[in-house]
């Protein structure tokens, strides 16, 4: 009975063609209330720090006397509580995804350069 139940969706699967698409070649397709990333117009921002204050996830970080502000995408939820929390609407959240990186990159996997062994020095 179960070799039939295999069957039937091997041949299903057959006409009907793959079930996922072949990102990137093919876009994918955004959904309307899709979380994609967290965007900043830094042109308008006043360092207030309330987006760092209000990142339930401690993702963001703002420094007022350098007037930089960085995310750790990594630590980002994209719950948007930072959009809402800032007062000038600098903050977005964009809902398409970064682009793949189709290049491999060796330097990041290698790590700092390995410094030469010292030679010994020869005793008399």
Not at 62 to 77: G, S
């Amino acid at each position: 009975m179960r070799a039939f139940t295999i069957t039937r969706t091997i041949v299903r699967m057959l006409f009907r063609g793959p079930a996922t698409i072949r990102y990137p070649k093919e876009p994918a397709q955004i959904k309307e209330r899709s979380r994609g990333h967290i965007t900043m117009d830094i042109t308008t921002c006043i360092f207030c720090r309330l987006c760092e204050k209000n990142c339930i996830s401690q993702a963001i970080t703002v420094d007022k006397e350098e007037r930089t502000w960085t995310i750790d995408r990594m630590r980002c939820i994209i719950c948007g509580e930072c959009v809402t929390a800032c007062p000038k609407d600098c903050l977005r959240i964009d809902p398409r995804y970064h682009p793949p990186v189709t290049e491999f990159l060796v330097e990041t996997l290698q790590g700092p350069p390995v410094p030469d062994p010292v030679p010994e020095r020869e005793t008399a």
